[in-house]
């Protein structure tokens, strides 16, 4: 089993909107898998980071059930070596996603 695959945000990388947050989940897999080096890597926590806070579901408190928006904050995260918090993120997507929301989103 790869490396990659024990993390968790892994979980949720098809309720992503952007190409560019897979990739730096793929970056971060190559890696932990010895497959890229560590000046190769210096950049991507960086971008994870970007991607997160420009997700356009991160600014308004009502999109706090937007399964898309944590599981970017689960790989932001992720590549920045912030495992519970990845954890924490991939379990709110996984709830967001299963159709459940936050306590602060009215459905009606």
């Known amino acids: 089993m790869p490396l990659c695959r024990k993390v968790y945000a892994v979980r949720v990388r098809h309720l992503r909107e952007d190409d560019a947050v897979i990739e730096c989940l793929d970056q971060l897999g190559r890696y932990l898998a010895w497959r ?11 971008l994870a980071n970007r991607l997160a806070n420009q997700h356009r579901g991160s600014k308004p408190i009502d999109g706090c059930g937007h399964a898309a928006v944590s599981a970017t904050y689960a790989m932001a995260n992720a590549v920045n070596g912030k ?3 990845a954890a924490s993120h991939t379990a709110n997507a996984q709830v967001y996603d299963n159709g459940s929301y936050a306590a602060v989103a009215d459905r009606e």
């Open 36 to 46: 890229m080096s560590a000046n190769d890597f210096l950049p991507v926590p960086a």
């Open 83 to 85: 495992a519970l918090d």
